[in-house]
């Protein structure tokens, strides 16, 4: 119940498309939802993190979409970038005083130019 | 500021071999946390602190222990090192707003036990 499930577990997109990663969880309890972009070498950052009283949240290039109903949400990636290659990591956790997250496997994208 | 630091940045251990991983963090960030990351399983949680002098286990924490005498160090120990604990170790840090907590981490230390 505190898994969270990501694919695909790896993506390749021309550039200027549109990149789709998936995560799905069992526990009702998360109410925080971040991504996290990884380049190689690096630890992860944040890239983008959603509510579940919210259905999106845009910034820039990047959307999460939220379907709480269905309990999983989705980062689109719109007019992919060679610079946007790098692995993502959907993760979620319950708010409140450890902000302990659980992530999920992580996907791989590659844009070609 | 340099966020969050961890040393070594590699290391290789013989079977049976002890080290310990140090993480340290100048964002006066209350919470800290000790992740391994393997090839297709994501990001794991070892062990993390709610403050100085606290620990608490993760997902993974058998084979780890951690220390947290000050608040920006936190301590990850191998006592008897394994071939499973091979792997990359980052240290993450987090403050919390409204409940929420962007964790910031570093740039990793890849172990390798022979």
């Known amino acids: 119940q505190q898994q969270v499930k990501q694919s695909p577990q790896s993506l390749i997109v021309q550039k200027g498309g549109i990149s789709i990663i998936n995560c799905a969880y069992e526990?009702?309890?998360?109410?925080?939802f971040p991504w996290y972009q990884q380049f190689p070498g690096k630890g992860p950052a944040l890239l983008i993190a959603?509510?579940?009283?919210?259905s999106e949240k845009k910034e820039g290039r990047f959307t999460i979409s939220f379907n709480k109903s269905a309990k999983q949400f989705s980062l689109h990636i719109m007019d992919s970038q060679p610079g946007d290659s790098a692995t993502y990591f959907c993760a979620a956790s319950v708010s409140g005083n450890t902000g302990k997250l659980i992530f999920g496997q992580g996907t791989t994208l590659q844009v070609k130019p | 500021n340099a966020g969050v630091t961890q040393t070594p940045k590699f290391r290789v251990l013989k079977t049976g071999q002890s080290m310990t991983l140090l993480c340290a963090q100048d964002m006066n960030h209350e919470y800290m946390y000790w992740y391994r990351q393997d090839p297709g399983m994501g990001l794991r949680l070892i062990h993390y602190?709610?403050?100085?002098?606290?620990?608490a286990k993760g997902e993974v924490p058998d084979g780890y222990n951690v220390s947290r005498l000050k608040k920006q160090n936190f301590l990850l120990g191998l006592e008897s090192a394994a071939p499973s604990q091979t792997s990359v170790y980052f240290c993450?840090?987090?403050?919390?707003?409204?409940?929420?907590?962007?964790?910031?981490f570093g740039p990793g230390t890849r172990l390798t036990v022979l």
């Open positions: 602190s709610v403050g100085e002098g606290t620990t």
């Open positions: 526990n009702t309890a998360f109410d925080y």
């Open positions: 993450a840090s987090s403050w919390a707003d409204r409940g929420l907590f962007e964790q910031f």
């Open positions: 959603i509510r579940p009283d919210v």
